[in-house]
Nanobody
Framework: QVQPVESGGGLVQAGGSLRLSCAASGGTFSIYGMGWFRQAPGKEREFVAAISSSGTGISYADSVKGRFTISRDGAKNTMYLQMNTLKPEDTAVYYC????????????????WGKGTLVTVSS
């Protein structure tokens, strides 16, 4: 069973940047679409970004488009989320997921969830 493992969360000031990583434990990500979700305190979990197995198909939530960049490195079996121009409303636990395909990620059709990494953006 493939287990996504997130890292890279932390505390950052508004306007700053962070890069989240997601590594595979127990298998390979190569056949899966992958994505990021987040859940802010008191809110429902929401889609952030997704990337296809080939890395050529990418989609973003409107709230992060132009600020966040999703990518993956097949050789390292790792996915990334580069987050720039962070805002306090980006504060959330960020979850890495694998999906049958990138489009499935966007609709919440997820194979595996990571345990999450906390991102806190101070104003």
């Amino acid at each position: 069973q493939v287990q996504p493992v997130e890292s890279g969360g932390g505390l950052v000031q508004a306007g700053g940047s962070l890069r989240l990583s997601c590594a595979a434990s127990g298998g390979t990500f190569s056949i899966y679409g992958m994505g990021w979700f987040r859940q802010a305190p008191g809110k429902e979990r929401e889609f952030v970004a997704a990337i296809s197995s080939s890395g050529t198909g990418i989609s973003y939530a409107d709230s992060v488009k132009g600020r966040f960049t999703i990518s993956r490195d097949g050789a390292k079996n790792t996915m990334y989320l580069q987050m720039n121009t962070l805002k306090p409303e980006d504060t959330a636990v960020y979850y890495c997921v694998t999906c049958p395909r990138a489009a499935a990620c966007r609709t919440g059709l997820v194979n595996y969830w990571g345990k999450g990494t906390l991102v806190t953006v101070s104003s």
